[in-house]
């Protein structure tokens, strides 16, 4: 009897550590299939294509919706594919939360869920859902559903999650944060002097037009831009030579964060390329995809 004991004990903490590495793995491939940075089996390179077409057709439909003609004719089809796409970005949603703490070990797991929910991605995934369930669940104004329902747009965000072209720019744009941020204080110094001289050459002349510094950011912000609408026209020998300067100026100035980025495009794209170059670790000869000579 004893030894039947002792055998019943060992057999269930076998099963019961078995059934828990089960879980583990199976926790551990939901999380690949959701993030191509972390999986490049061939499902998960078709579970990520799946969702990348759904999303791509739910903006698509937002975008017909607003045309009468194709809208009134298949209103039933459009609710039907919205209710669908919740739902399959619903489950998609409660599986990243459930399989964001897989690689975590000797935390909470509820502290690790809820750190990823209000991260950036989660809070856009929500976001891309939740217009349809409060609309559901609270019922809502008309006009109040039509401006919640544009929130459907975020769902072209995600596709950040599955692009790694996009996983690429965030890291430029990570990397080059603090030049980016000198860049547009200068573009904005630059604004607030060219607006403050020609309110000061013009105003006098146009008090209609030039009636504030405030109001003639506006001309300066369409002026450095070289866009130019038309609507604000300096008419004084002094407001015509400030333009001219803020005009030629203005390219030079807006070249700053596109060469900023550009740069970093450059240097993400050689890491890129460098973190694929394989050698051999015994002869030192480079290796091909495959990993042979």
């Not at 078709?46 to 045309?67: H, P, Y």
């Not at 609270?138 to 950040?160: E, N, Q």
């Not at 547009?184 to 002097?193: A, E, P």
């Not at 009636?211 to 004084?236: E, H, K, L, N, R």
């Amino acid at each position: 009897m004893k030894y039947s004991s002792v055998f019943l004990i060992a057999n269930f903490s076998i099963i019961t550590k078995n059934r828990l590495q089960m879980y583990q793995v199976v926790k551990g491939k939901v999380h690949s299939l959701l993030n191509p940075g972390v999986g490049d089996t061939k499902l998960d390179k078709i579970i990520n294509s799946l969702i990348i077409s759904l999303i791509i057709l739910n903006v698509i439909a937002v975008i017909l919706e607003t045309v009468p003609s194709i809208h009134d004719p298949y209103t039933e089809f459009f609710s039907i594919f919205d209710f669908v796409s919740v739902i399959l970005f619903s489950i998609e949603y409660v599986f990243r939360v459930w399989s964001s703490n897989h690689a975590v070990k000797n935390k909470h797991p509820f502290r690790v869920r809820l750190k990823y929910m209000v991260s950036a991605g989660a809070l856009i995934d929500l976001l891309a859902i939740l217009p349809y369930y409060i609309h559901v669940i609270v019922g809502l104004d008309l006009r109040v559903l039509r401006i919640l329902r544009l929130l459907r747009f975020m769902r072209l965000f995600r596709l950040t999650a599955y692009l790694k072209s996009a996983k690429m720019m965030k890291n430029v744009f990570r990397a080059k944060a603090s030049d980016l941020k000198l860049s547009l204080v200068l573009i904005l110094f630059f604004i607030i002097i060219s607006a403050s001289l020609v309110y000061f050459a013009e105003h006098l002349a146009q008090p209609e037009v030039f009636t504030s510094i405030p109001a003639t950011f506006w001309w300066a912000t369409v002026t450095i831009t070289t866009v130019g609408y038309g609507d604000m026209i300096p008419i004084t020998l002094l407001g015509k030579i400030f333009t001219g300067f803020l005009a030629i100026s203005g390219i030079a100035i807006l070249a700053l964060p596109a060469g900023i980025i550009t740069a970093g495009f450059l240097e993400e794209s050689r890491k890129v390329k460098r973190s694929k170059i394989h050698y051999c670790p015994h002869c030192g000869e480079l290796l091909d995809d495959t990993g042979h000579h």
